[in-house]
């Protein structure tokens, strides 16, 4: 026993032998969690980064806008804008079972894959079959084209909808753009916001497309340009089915 200079005892038991009561207890600081702010900044970024890759690709030439093109130049604005939303529905579809992480799962399931494949690939060469066609009844016929049929609004739907659910290539590239910038750690709520941006994107520029060859330039430049224009539409439709049916998962 050791006595201070006042002479009081002084206890020097080891700190884990006194009593809790005389323990001093450090807690450590709560680590700060992220405000909004924050968070913005943190993923800003990466979101524009995701918007910009859908976007461009959305505006690219593909089988998608070749279908809206041609629906809207011979069909009309509102069989066309119909269409797109389709297209865009399929594509969020593909884009929820890219986020939820369901994509590399199908990858590996040959089965599922070819049947995917087989089913886009021969939609496309039917599209293409479709577009010589007409190529050639526009040849046989020299009396303007019949006034568009009424629009059947779930019919429109259905096509813009299975284009996109039937391409093989469409939850491949959903999972290449979602993984852009976000490494391992996204959390749920950054991808459902980038999938709800991007529908939002690929509505505006669809239904622009649906728009921009629905206008009474774009139906006479059809009109006067039938023929070959539904060639070269038979020809890339043909193309597109061919590629999706010679392609490989990895």
């Not at 066609?133 to 049929?149: G, I, K, M, Q």
Request: with cysteine; hydrophobic share 55%.
């Amino acid at each position: 026993m050791i006595k201070a200079q006042n002479g009081a005892p002084v206890d020097l038991l080891p700190l884990d032998s006194r009593p809790s009561s005389d323990r001093l207890t450090v807690h450590a600081a709560p680590e700060k969690s992220l405000m909004p702010h924050d968070l913005i900044s943190l993923y800003l970024p990466n979101l524009l980064l995701i918007l910009t890759v859908f976007s461009v690709g959305v505006a690219s030439p593909g089988p998608a806008t070749l279908m809206i093109m041609n629906v809207a130049a011979r069909q009309g604005r509102a069989a066309a804008v119909i269409l797109s939303l389709g297209i865009v529905t399929g594509s969020m579809i593909w884009a929820t079972v890219a986020a939820l992480g369901f994509v590399a799962a199908l990858k590996t399931s040959v089965l599922f894959f070819t049947a995917l494949k087989t089913a886009g690939g021969l939609y496309l060469l039917f599209l293409s079959g479709k577009a010589f066609l007409s190529a050639r009844r526009a040849s046989e016929t020299d009396t303007a084209p019949a006034a568009p049929a009424p629009v059947s609004v779930p019919k429109q739907y259905l096509r813009g909808l299975l284009l996109h659910l039937t391409n093989p290539k469409a939850p491949l590239v959903w999972m290449a753009t979602l993984s852009v910038g976000t490494g391992q750690a996204a959390p749920p709520t950054f991808l459902f916001t980038a999938i709800a941006l991007c529908a939002l994107a690929g509505m505006l520029i669809f239904i622009g497309y649906a728009v921009l060859f629905s206008t009474r330039t774009a139906i006479n430049a059809y009109q006067a340009l039938r023929r070959p224009v539904d060639l070269v539409m038979g020809l890339l439709f043909g193309a597109a089915g061919l590629k999706i049916l010679t392609l490989r998962a990895n």
